[in-house]
Structure formats: C-alpha cells, structure tokens
C-alpha cells in the first residue's frame, strides 16, 4: 500500500476502534440484561405461582412485597448489573419510574398501539453524564392471567383491603389482559476515568 494511502487507513482504523469497542460491550450488556431477566422472571413467577396455590391471591401480595426484592438483588449481584420492575402505574413507590424509564415506558404503550407485538418490547440506550456513563435496557411486561387476581378490575375484596392496607397510594389496578403491565430495567455503570 503506498504511503500516501496508509495513513488515511490508519487514521480511519483508529476512528473506527472506540466505535467497535463500544458495540462490543453493548452486545455484552444486552445480552447480560436478557439474561438477568429471564432469571428474574422464571424465580418471581415460581415464587407466584406456589404462593397463588398455597394461599390465593393474598400470599402474592407478600411474594410481591418481600420476595421480589430479594430475588431482583440476588440476580443483580449474579450479573453485576441492576435490575427491577418499574411501571407507569406502579403499587409500590419504590418502584416508580425515573425520566428516562417513563419516557421507554410510554414509547412502549405508543409502539403496542400500532401494533407491535408486547413480546418484542425492548429497548437499549447508552446514557452518558459527567464522570460516567450507564448503558440502560427495558423490556416490557405483559399483563397476563396471573396479574389479575391482584392488578386487574375485578378484586376480591379481601385483597383490595389488604393492598390498601400495605400500599395507600395504589395505581397498579385496572388491568386488562394484553396490556403493558409495566417493564423490567437494567442498567450497568462504567466510569470515563481511566485507571492508573
């Protein structure tokens, strides 16, 4: 190759190195993201499904509340990410939205309207600040004949007390089957500062 050639090649090789090393580690992260919520969804809807057959619908208030912490921590540590549940009408405060989750959230709801199927809700995103950045994956939830009992428009009463009771300020009713129910996130951190 004459040399007159050689160094636009390089020059373009060495713009092209950051840009492959990032789509790298978004594969990686994408791929951790599938991962820790398949695990977290198969543990949470065992723990829901034994605790609807051993107690109804009011020992699934209790997986919701003290279980699923748990499990969202356990898996979080396992893939060295953060993941949980959050929604645009969520029962426990703790799990509200923050602005990037409210938007993915609502593009979601506008992407089913026209017909996307709720299976293939997702979406990824690299969201830089200052000293670091956070590369950031929502996956919807489907509203499916297990979440009725508690989140659809039909609760027993004896239910509807006991979320009163634990949860005051209560949005997560009204339900219908096919509806986004809310999403799993996850999101990894990485710092810009470079190690000495």
């Not at 830089?128 to 950045?133: A, K, N, P």
Request: overall charge neutral; glycine content about 6%.
């Amino acid at each position: 190759m004459p040399m007159r050639g050689f160094i636009p090649f390089i020059v373009a090789f060495g713009l092209a190195l950051p840009a492959f090393a990032e789509n790298q580690e978004q594969i990686a992260f994408e791929r951790d993201a599938q991962a820790a919520i398949k695990d977290l969804s198969t543990h949470l809807k065992e723990a829901l499904m034994s605790a609807l057959q051993d107690g109804g619908p009011i020992e699934a208030i209790s997986v919701c509340k003290l279980v699923a912490p748990t499990l969202a921590d356990e898996v979080s540590k396992k893939y060295s990410l953060d993941i949980h549940r959050t929604s645009l009408r969520v029962r426990n405060p703790d799990n509200e939205a923050d602005s990037w989750e409210t938007g993915v959230l609502q593009s979601f709801e506008t992407r089913l309207k026209t017909g996307e199927a709720i299976q293939s809700l997702s979406f990824v995103e690299r969201v830089d600040s200052e000293l670091e950045y956070e590369w950031r994956y929502m996956k919807a939830i489907a509203t499916d004949k297990l979440c009725l009992s508690c989140h659809g428009s039909q609760i027993a009463l004896p239910v509807q007390k006991l979320i009163d009771k634990n949860y005051p300020r209560d949005m997560a009713t009204g339900y219908k089957m096919g509806d986004i129910r809310g999403a799993f996130s996850v999101k990894r951190r990485y710092s810009k500062l470079k190690a000495d």
